[in-house]
């Protein structure tokens, strides 16, 4: 029963990326690419299904995976119906990788593959030692995960307010991926959220690592992986079990998205729907998924209006809300009719909040906090400091195709990062106490998408070597 | 400094310093992970052995009822610890809704050390339901 419950998901999220984007000739990274952003669609999928039955059904008895079976076929009938495979295949402007077996690339490649093993072995000792996960992982997620999965029909009881300290209101994609998998197997074990974890927390290096390795080159896409990899609070806070890491996940494919969107050379915006689903669940994992997709919102108007103009623009949101607004709709009806209020809003007043908002001192705080944060980011090596000598010795190469979607995702990491901000300044909570409790948790969902952008921007290894035997050879160029 | 930077071989030896740094910070969290032996048997972990304590209560509880929670905290344990022990235990307990006071007709009883009932009883006006042996009691209101 584990192996069919990981099938469908991760089935029901293949078909449904390959109904959007058919490939007529797919490459190896396009493949693994799609089979990353299918685990966090199966997953993310397949918890909104088991979620309408468990608010308009019954949390008791096994029918859902009838649904979940009768969903799957659906989709497979769309895949084998749908002309969108003749018509529209996803046909994107991917260069021919420069010295892609150059001895470089045959380096950074068995870096990386090491790399990749002894954090698959970092991440086992790490579940081995925690098995239940971090405070969150248990006060939280698995917590509600056992309530809806003990609990039968009692799914009242999972939001009473006497479970205050447990956030209720958080988003439940991870408690109910958690819970879907115990009822397959009927009974409980801590080696489906370690396994979720797990998923979730490499294949966010695939994604990263894969889509890099599609627009840039082989050897950038590894490089990038490398330095996820090497982040240990990434591996730590992934076996932790916490949800920011498929938080991260879904910012880094949704912005992902939108950059294969502007490579692509057909004329549909299948990819844009895609983008939609994903920051849809961003909002299902997490809080901050909300206003993630506020920021999405904001910069595609901006940006695609002054390049493309008002016509392109409400095509790309139209889009883009047919992937959102199922998932969206969703978590309207969790957050009216079964959630309570959010601690951090419900405590606001007005005036209070006009007072913290006018305090400087609040200001400095959370500047000094980020900077603290933002330089202790990445590996002990490998941080941010490192990452600015390294741009300042490679420099920046952007391709002109990827300016647009460069620029969307680097504005909307920093709305998001301004938008923290005013969380702080504005908390009803002790700022000294949230900064240190949460901050650079915030910060590491960004981690991977702020690496998507970094290396979407520096020059790539190949481009280096290339550039390095153009100024050698000028002749034969 | 401009030469040294358009270097080709500067460049090469950064790229890789950069994949060989992240390649050892990783050797050294297993290397950390693993000399800190601190990798206990599986099912032999801090929060599966606290929750076996409360594996024979769970059983007795009666279902839809919110139930008070009582803790031996301020003595031998600070407030963060007690926290701990209170969340701890309403994850074993889940789905029973555990409420942090002692003004339920049932109260949990999580004691870090041998309960005295009449202590118990001068304190708080408890009597012991049953005692699950492990600091874990089951207590209910005695009627004044």
């Keep these: 029963m584990l192996l069919l419950s990981l099938f469908i998901s991760l089935l029901t999220g293949f078909i449904a990326i390959h109904i959007l984007c058919p490939e007529r000739r797919p490459m190896k990274p396009l493949i693994i690419l799609k089979g990353c952003l299918a685990v966090g669609l199966g997953f993310g999928i397949s918890s909104c299904l088991f979620s309408l039955w468990l608010f308009f059904y019954s949390s008791s008895g096994k029918v859902f995976i009838l649904v979940d079976m009768i969903f799957l076929i659906g989709l497979t009938a769309i895949l084998f119906a749908s002309s969108s495979v003749r018509k529209y295949p996803m046909h994107s402007e991917f260069d021919p990788h420069i010295d892609a077996n150059s001895k470089m690339s045959r380096f950074l490649s068995m870096f990386f593959y090491s790399a990749f093993v002894l954090a698959v072995g970092a991440f086992i000792l790490l579940s081995l030692d925690r098995p239940h996960g971090g405070w969150d992982a248990w006060a939280i997620w698995n917590m509600r995960a056992r309530f809806i999965f003990r609990g039968g029909d009692r799914l009242d009881e999972v939001f009473s307010h006497f479970l205050a300290f447990s956030h209720p209101d958080y988003p439940l994609l991870l408690p109910l991926s958690v819970s879907r998998l115990w009822k397959y197997m009927s009974h409980e074990t801590v080696v489906m959220p370690v396994l979720l974890s797990m998923l979730f927390t490499f294949v966010t290096v695939g994604l990263l690592s894969c889509s890099l390795s599609l627009i840039r080159s082989k050897g950038q896409g590894l490089l990038a992986g490398l330095v996820l990899l090497g982040t240990s609070f990434f591996i730590k806070h992934g076996a932790a079990q916490y949800a920011d890491v498929p938080l991260g996940f879904f910012f880094l494919a949704t912005l992902v998205l939108f950059c294969l969107h502007e490579r692509s050379l057909s004329h549909n915006n299948n990819l844009v729907s895609l983008a939609g689903i994903t920051a849809g669940l961003s909002a299902w994992t997490k809080n901050e998924g909300i206003l993630f997709i506020v920021s999405i919102l904001a910069v595609r108007l901006i940006v695609i209006i002054s390049q493309k103009g008002w016509r392109a623009y409400l095509s790309e949101l139209r889009s883009f809300l047919i992937g959102l607004l199922p998932v969206v709709a969703i978590i309207i009806y969790f957050k009216i009719y079964i959630a309570p209020p959010n601690d951090l809003v419900s405590a606001q007043g007005l005036i209070v909040t006009s007072e913290k908002l006018l305090d400087l001192s609040r200001y400095k705080q959370v500047f000094a906090a980020y900077g603290k944060e933002a330089i202790r980011l990445g590996g002990r090596i490998v941080n941010v400091p490192f990452l600015i000598l390294y741009l300042f010795i490679l420099r920046v190469t952007i391709d002109s195709r990827d300016k647009i979607g460069i620029a969307n995702a680097f504005i909307v990491l920093c709305l998001m990062l301004l938008g923290y901000f005013f969380v702080y300044i504005t908390s009803p909570l002790d700022l000294n106490m949230h900064l240190s409790t949460s901050l650079n948790r915030l910060f590491l969902q960004l981690w991977p998408s702020l690496l998507f952008v970094y290396f979407m921007v520096v020059t790539s290894p190949e481009q280096m070597l290339s550039h390095n035997k153009e100024q050698e050879n000028p002749v034969s160029g | ?144």
């Design chain 2, 1 to 144: 400094m401009r030469h040294f930077c358009n270097s080709t071989r500067i460049k090469s030896a950064l790229i890789l310093l950069t994949a060989l740094f992240s390649l050892i910070s990783v050797a050294s969290l297993v290397i950390k992970q693993l000399s800190g032996m601190n990798i206990e048997p599986l099912g032999k972990d801090t929060v599966t052995v606290y929750e076996k304590r409360f594996g024979a209560l769970r059983k007795e509880l009666p279902p839809h009822e919110v139930m008070g929670y009582i803790s031996d905290e301020g003595r031998s344990m600070s407030a963060e610890n007690a926290d701990e022990r209170y969340t701890l235990t309403q994850y074993a307990l889940s789905p029973f809704v555990i409420e942090y006071t002692t003004e339920r007709r049932l109260i949990i009883g999580n004691f870090s050390r041998g309960v005295t009932g009449d202590e118990l009883q001068k304190r708080h006006h408890l009597t012991i339901v049953n005692d699950f042996g492990d600091g874990v009691v089951l207590l209910k209101k005695r009627n004044e």
